[in-house]
């Protein structure tokens, strides 16, 4: 009985073991590849930017007094000599009479002083009185002349004065925040300003580049200075602050001079029309710059896996087996990455099921043109 017992379980065993020898090796999925070739493609690259009137100006008094009459409003557009204020006149139109008098003596000085260089002229020629007099007579007269250049500039000066009393716009553009009130004492040396007024028909957005960024913003373009490249910056885009795209495109045309020893960044400007006044001065927004590249080699987003700050692609071998390659990205281009190291031209990627695939796993690679691809990534 156990003879037959122990002859069952072999036969058993036997018979798995043919089972499994028989079994079929499981098949190698197929999946989509994709051969790599040199592309043009672009890229943009956003930048946080603040933006300021082509003007911005402080209106501060420059004489001190109470000030009368504000004829302006908070927002309020005006042109240039527009006047915006009046500060009480009557102590410096005093002035002004007090130096025209002084003005009026010093003429009527020298005129007595000529008067007594004519009377004493024809006594020296006769010999009556001698010289000495008439050179004295001649240097008071010289002091009275003297007299009165000091009394015009004195007169001058407090006209300077009585007209500052009337505050003008020294720009056309809006009006900021009135802080003083009618009746005021205002002073030149007043911390807070009487008000701003914002020339905003042209917009300046001031944005930065790091060093690196920098260098390889510059040799973009071709020229034999600075100036020659920024001519050839093509027009840039203003992203305001809700992702809207301002309609008016910018020029970039001002590299600032220096690096930034903080932030170790430099400064760029770009001017945007702003002729119906949407932007103001302390808006901020993005620049975009976009950058042309000829020959670049782009993957599909899709086709890459994120593993421990790396970015990976399968590539595939010529014996359909796959390696985990990791990549350089220098930058985005719609749905797919720009590509510096890890993968060339001519190599083949796997475009989907990356995620179950395993380093050197044999697959069955179903070709892919670019355009299907595509399709492929944005799903």
């Known amino acids: 009985m156990k003879k037959i017992t122990l002859l069952s379980i072999m036969a058993v065993f036997i018979i798995s073991c043919a089972d499994k020898s028989q079994a079929p090796a499981a098949a190698a999925p197929t999946l989509p590849v994709m051969s790599i070739s040199y592309q043009a493609a672009s890229t943009e690259t956003e930048y946080p930017a603040a933006l300021q009137g082509a003007?911005?100006?402080?209106?501060?008094?420059?004489?001190?007094?109470?000030?009368?009459?504000?004829?302006?409003?908070?927002?309020?557009?005006?042109?240039?000599?527009?006047?915006?204020?009046?500060?009480?006149?009557?102590?410096?139109?005093?002035?002004?009479?007090?130096?025209?008098?002084?003005?009026?003596?010093?003429?009527?000085?020298?005129?007595?002083?000529?008067?007594?260089?004519?009377?004493?002229?024809?006594?020296?020629?006769?010999?009556?009185?001698?010289?000495?007099?008439?050179?004295?007579?001649?240097?008071?007269?010289?002091?009275?002349?003297?007299?009165?250049?000091?009394?015009?500039?004195?007169?001058?000066?407090?006209?300077?004065?009585?007209?500052?009393?009337?505050?003008?716009?020294?720009?056309?553009?809006?009006?900021?925040?009135?802080?003083?009130?009618q009746g005021s004492l205002v002073a030149s040396t007043d911390v807070e300003p009487l008000t701003s007024l914002s020339d905003v028909h042209e917009v300046y957005a001031y944005f930065s580049l790091g060093e690196t960024d920098f260098i390889k913003f510059k040799s973009l373009y071709t020229g034999n200075t600075l100036g020659d490249k920024i001519k050839?910056?093509?027009?840039?885009?203003?992203?305001?602050?809700?992702?809207?795209?301002?309609?008016?495109?910018?020029?970039?045309?001002?590299?600032?001079?220096?690096?930034?020893?903080?932030?170790?960044?430099?400064?760029?400007?770009?001017?945007?029309?702003?002729?119906?006044?949407?932007?103001?001065?302390?808006?901020?927004?993005?620049i975009r710059l976009g950058i042309q590249h000829n020959d670049a080699i782009l993957v599909p987003q899709s086709a890459t896996v994120e593993m421990q700050d790396k970015i990976f692609v399968f590539t595939l071998n010529k014996a359909n087996k796959v390696n985990k390659m990791p990549i350089t990205i220098i930058g985005k281009s719609g749905t797919d990455y720009l590509i510096k190291d890890g993968v060339k031209s001519g190599d083949q990627i796997?475009?989907?099921?990356?995620?179950?695939?395993?380093?050197?796993?044999?697959?069955?690679?179903?070709?892919?043109?670019?355009?299907?691809?595509?399709?492929?990534?944005k799903k």
Do not use: C
């Open 55 to 181: 003007v911005d100006v402080e209106i501060r008094p420059q004489v001190s007094g109470n000030l009368e009459r504000i004829y302006v409003d908070e927002g309020t557009y005006v042109n240039k000599g527009q006047t915006l204020f009046k500060i009480n006149e009557r102590p410096f139109r005093e002035q002004l009479n007090n130096a025209l008098a002084n003005l009026h003596a010093a003429e009527a000085a020298y005129l007595n002083a000529q008067l007594e260089v004519d009377k004493l002229m024809p006594l020296v020629l006769n010999k009556v009185v001698s010289e000495y007099q008439l050179k004295t007579a001649k240097a008071s007269q010289k002091i009275a002349a003297a007299n009165i250049e000091q009394a015009k500039a004195m007169v001058g000066s407090a006209r300077i004065n009585l007209g500052y009393t009337n505050v003008t716009a020294p720009v056309s553009g809006y009006i900021g925040r009135l802080p003083k009130k």
């Open 232 to 286: 050839k910056i093509p027009p840039v885009t203003l992203i305001l602050a809700d992702n809207s795209d301002y309609p008016q495109l910018g020029k970039i045309d001002m590299v600032d001079g220096q690096f930034d020893k903080n932030t170790g960044a430099i400064t760029l400007r770009a001017t945007f029309p702003n002729a119906g006044g949407t932007l103001r001065s302390g808006n901020t927004g993005k």
């Open 350 to 377: 796997v475009l989907s099921g990356i995620d179950k695939l395993q380093e050197g796993q044999v697959i069955q690679p179903e070709k892919t043109t670019a355009k299907v691809a595509q399709i492929i990534n």
